[in-house]
């Protein structure tokens, strides 16, 4: 072996050695005096479930217009021919439990010479288990 590499190779095993935990036998031994300290846990506060998980955006966006568009055909469904366009809805305000969503439908009717285009708007409350219209 080369000088170095036997030099090299002796630290490892000296250095090695001391990060064992086990002292050298050329070293006197002596005694070593261990305080430890117990850590109090520090309490942590676990959040309390709502009854009523939030629910997202799109899905209460969904659930208002699913709930609106059989509101709009209920109410227009004695006309000779009735239609309903696309809605159109925004969420105006999140609480804890729940999403209010606004919404506005165009819907059109033919009753005899009668013709009409309309708009339908209505605010809804929505959570995981209500679409509730809101009056303002």
Not at 1 to 26: D, F, Q
């Amino acid at each position: 072996m080369r000088p170095s590499t036997l030099t090299l190779v002796l630290a490892i095993v000296l250095l090695s050695t001391g990060c064992l935990g086990v002292t050298p036998s050329t070293e006197p031994t002596r005694t070593e005096t261990t305080q430890t300290t117990t850590a109090t846990p520090t309490p942590t506060s676990t959040p309390t479930p709502t009854p009523n998980p939030p629910i997202s955006d799109d899905e209460a966006k969904e659930r208002a217009l699913d709930h609106h568009e059989t509101q709009t055909l209920d109410s227009i469904d004695h006309y000779d021919r009735y239609g309903v366009g696309h809605g159109s809805a925004r969420v105006t305000n999140r609480t804890g439990s729940g999403v209010y969503v606004h919404f506005e439908q165009e819907y059109w009717y033919t009753s005899g010479d009668v013709e009409a285009d309309r708009v339908t708007e209505a605010t809804y409350f929505v959570n995981e288990t209500t679409v509730r219209q809101v009056y303002r």
